[in-house]
């Protein structure tokens, strides 16, 4: 496997996005191939999970097994189709979400055992994992306020309250610590701040010897 797999971790509305697509841009302004894509979703099933899981039934109370089952499902489907073809031809991929989000999503804040998360993700995966994770920390309060002066409605797990959204963020926190994989950033400076940070450790990590 030739090529750079980079995953964008963080709770909602620190940046992962913006970031994404800023160092995407960058990298494919230098001549290299980037292949844009997120979790759940990023293939033709994936976004018909991803849709299952936004909105659920509009009835139904989702089962926390149903629900990381389904993010495992998409993302079985993300790596066989997408993501290890792309970095077997070289090329970069950025993803959007990664197995991390499960780690502290359905472990750290519903509470599915660390080794049944872990199990799982290592199926769906199928070893496939990322060479650099960025994290962008910002607090649950400017999460929140973010949220809000987006617009359009809140997706079923932007409506979760402000203390699952502190055991996601602690969780990411753990995961995060001493663990040489992710790159941490503050998300409370502006956003070419923290793009500018992303593109020194990249280049640092990747084009250095
Ligand atoms: N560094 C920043 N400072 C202030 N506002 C920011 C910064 N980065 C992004 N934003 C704004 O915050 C909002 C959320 O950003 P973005 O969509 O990139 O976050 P996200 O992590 O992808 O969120 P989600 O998890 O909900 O997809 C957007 O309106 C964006 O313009
Ligand atoms: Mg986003």
Same mark, same amino acid.
């Given at each position: 496997?030739?090529?750079?797999?980079?995953?964008?971790?963080?709770?909602?509305?620190? =940046?992962?996005?913006?970031?994404?697509?800023?160092?995407?841009?960058?990298?494919? /302004?230098?001549?290299?191939?980037?292949?844009?894509?997120?979790?759940? =979703?990023?293939?033709?099933?994936?976004?018909?999970?991803?849709?299952?899981?936004?909105?659920?039934? =509009?009835?139904?109370?989702?089962?926390?097994?149903?629900?990381?089952?389904?993010?495992? &499902?998409?993302? &079985?489907?993300?790596?066989?189709?997408?993501?290890?073809?792309?970095?077997?031809?070289?090329?970069?991929?950025?993803?959007?979400?990664?197995?991390?989000?499960?780690?502290?999503?359905?472990?750290? &804040?519903?509470?599915?055992?660390?080794?049944?998360?872990?199990?799982?993700?290592?199926?769906?995966?199928?070893?496939?994992?990322?060479?650099?994770?960025?994290?962008?920390?910002?607090?649950? &309060?400017?999460?929140?306020?973010?949220?809000?002066?987006?617009? =359009?409605?809140?997706?079923?797990?932007?409506? @979760?309250? @402000?203390?699952?959204?502190?055991?996601?963020?602690? /969780?990411?926190?753990?995961?995060v610590r001493g663990d040489g994989r992710f790159f941490a950033v503050d998300g409370n400076v502006d956003a070419e701040t923290v793009h500018a940070q992303?593109?020194?450790?990249?280049?640092?990590?990747?084009?250095?010897?």
């Open positions: 496997m030739n090529g750079i797999f980079v995953t964008f971790e963080g709770i909602e509305g620190c =940046g992962k996005s913006t970031q994404l697509s800023l160092l995407a841009n960058w990298l494919s /302004g230098s001549g290299l191939e980037v292949v844009v894509t997120r979790e759940p =979703g990023g293939t033709a099933i994936g976004e018909r999970i991803r849709s299952i899981l936004q909105t659920g039934d =509009g009835s139904s109370i989702f089962s926390a097994r149903t629900e990381i089952l389904l993010f495992e &499902a998409s993302r &079985a489907q993300h790596v066989e189709e997408k993501i290890l073809p792309a970095l077997e031809t070289g090329k970069i991929v950025l993803c959007d979400r990664f197995f991390d989000s499960t780690v502290v999503y359905q472990g750290s &804040a519903r509470q599915i055992e660390a080794d049944t998360v872990k199990f799982l993700n290592a199926f769906a995966s199928h070893g496939c994992s990322p060479d650099m994770t960025i994290f962008i920390d910002i607090g649950v &309060a400017t999460s929140f306020k973010r949220i809000a002066a987006r617009n =359009g409605s809140r997706d079923r797990i932007e409506l @979760e309250n @402000e203390l699952f959204f502190s055991k996601v963020r602690d /969780g990411y926190l753990d995961l992303i593109r020194d450790e990249f280049t640092k990590r990747f084009f250095k010897n």
